[in-house]
């Protein structure tokens, strides 16, 4: 997508269409800041909206042709609300939106006025170029019968003051690249595990590092073995795809030394639940087990683009989780890379033990702080739903800069607790400790698990599993992989940069 600014006042802009945000007339102005200064849209939106035609419904669009004063030929009014709770998360779901709403119709230019009362231009320009760029995404690369190939390929940011060019071009160029990273971590998610499998995703990390200069090693079976990474390689015992660690590593020149960030990665490229097999039920889904470690090298690829002066590195498990001949079993007991002895009660609860090792190994390359993401639990799901992810920390400072850069980014987290009782609940009976905890609890019976892998190191667990999927399309993103997380974890380390 080809990303401009245009500076013409509302009316004189030509373009294919013109999109702007309307809000709920009833409860105050129906235009932004920006849009209220039009003559032309001062007297064509409030008819719309008596009439009923245009709602100002949070995301609903519509379309007015060959509108009246302006050189567009389309006028899209998209829904925003409530103008007093109308901020950066609206924004950015409101471009995408309009862009998803113009996709179908073969428009392929769109004139967008990020327009939001109370936000800061580049903010502004932020929200609109990641909603705009997120939206323009469908996994449909399978499909034989498509209708001919239809996206925005323009997108002319509307609404800003010209003596800004500079710090707008800033921000347009940063949210590109992180709207980009979050497209290509769906695009790897969304693959069939056929098509997906831990040499695949392998190669696919490989192929990204050459392209943007990062430093990528993979680690085969045999060295994973070597370095006694046990929980690991249990894991990967029952499938005849071979594992694969993928190490990815961003070392600027003239950086300190200290903090070096590891981002960790749960790289499940199909789940099965192993001997504890799952239902059939809904088991499809399973391919976006991998998605904490294809967010992992997405956010690796916006860093190496980015440039921050802060060594980063990442570290990706990957393996499928199989019911083969030699796979792990119920009761048997796994000796971690870091010594510690892992009873496996139950199989399914795999992602914790390749984590387990990834987390370890990261401090032996040197990570003076650790962030893991996994699709680690379904208890996650079920406290907080599809729509916070699960945010666990043995280090409060470090957890309250990723929450502040969540909700810079519009994305949901929730903090979780990992009070010293619930060490008990996952205490072994035949080794140092069991793989599970029972029933109750289980998102926070999973991160203390991980926390004895964190060991004394600032640590983030993100559990994604109820986030990481879109079941439904949505008016402003497609059904399937989200890319959640990716865009708050890379300011948060641009952050840590500065």
């Known amino acids: 997508m080809e990303i401009q600014l245009n500076f013409a006042p509302l009316e004189d802009i030509e373009a294919e269409a013109l999109a702007l945000v309307v809000f709920d007339k009833e409860k105050g102005e129906p235009l932004g800041p920006r849009t209220e200064q039009s003559e032309a849209l001062r007297r064509l939106v409030p008819p719309l909206l008596e009439s009923g035609e245009a709602t100002g419904k949070p995301y609903e669009a519509v379309m007015i042709h060959r509108p009246e004063g302006l050189k567009a030929r389309r006028l899209v009014l998209v829904g925003g609300g409530k103008r007093d709770r109308f901020g950066a998360v609206e924004l950015r779901r409101a471009a995408g939106a309009a862009a998803r709403f113009l996709r179908p119709k073969s428009i392929s230019q769109l004139a967008f006025v990020a327009d939001a009362p109370g936000l800061e231009p580049e903010a502004r320009a932020a929200a609109a170029v990641e909603g705009a760029v997120v939206a323009d995404f469908e996994a449909d690369k399978y499909k034989t019968e498509k209708k001919e190939h239809k996206r925005i390929e323009r997108l002319e940011l509307a609404g800003f003051d010209p003596g800004l060019e500079g710090r707008l071009k800033e921000a347009i160029h940063r949210s590109r690249i992180l709207a980009e990273s979050q497209n290509f971590a769906r695009d790897l998610i969304n693959e069939p595990s056929n098509r997906m499998t831990p040499a695949m995703l392998a190669e696919r990390a490989s192929q990204m590092a050459a392209e943007t200069g990062l430093e990528c090693e993979v680690l085969g079976r045999e060295k994973i073995e070597e370095l006694k990474m046990g929980a690991f390689a249990a894991v990967a015992r029952g499938s005849a795809e071979p594992p694969a660690l993928i190490v990815l590593r961003y070392t600027p020149a003239g950086a300190p030394e200290q903090p070096q960030i590891g981002f960790v990665g749960k790289g499940i490229t199909f789940d099965t ?47 499928e989780n199989m019911p083969g001949g030699r796979a792990q079993k119920p009761g048997d007991i796994q000796v971690a890379m870091s010594g510690k002895t ?87 009976h035949m080794a140092d400790i069991q793989n ?63």
Not at 303 to 316: E, H, N, Q
């Open 273 to 319: 639940g192993g001997i504890s097999i799952k239902p059939a039920e809904g088991m499809e889904k399973m391919k976006y087990d991998m998605a904490g470690g294809a967010s992992m090298i997405a956010v690796l690829r916006a860093i190496a683009l980015l440039r921050p002066p802060l060594k980063v590195l990442a570290v990706i498990p990957a393996t």
């Open 342 to 428: 892992i009873e496996v009660v139950n199989t399914d609860a795999e992602g914790r033990l390749v984590l387990a090792d990834a987390l370890h190994y990261a401090k032996t390359l040197g990570c003076t702080h650790l962030v893991d993401a996994a699709t680690l639990t379904g208890a996650i799901a079920v406290a907080l739903g599809g729509v916070n992810l699960g945010a666990f920390s043995n280090d409060q400072a470090f957890l309250d800069r990723f929450l502040a850069a969540a909700r810079d980014c519009g994305e949901k987290a929730w903090p979780m607790p990992l009070d010293d009782e619930y060490r008990e609940l996952i205490r072994g």
């Open 436 to 498: 599970v905890g029972g029933r109750h609890g289980g998102a926070v019976t999973a991160a203390m698990f991980l926390k004895e892998f964190a060991g004394d190191t600032p640590w983030i667990h993100l559990d994604i599993a109820g986030t990481a999927w879109v079941d439904e399309a949505k008016a402003y993103i497609a059904k399937g992989a989200s890319g959640v997380a990716i865009r708050s974890l890379v300011t948060m380390a641009l952050r840590l940069a500065s």
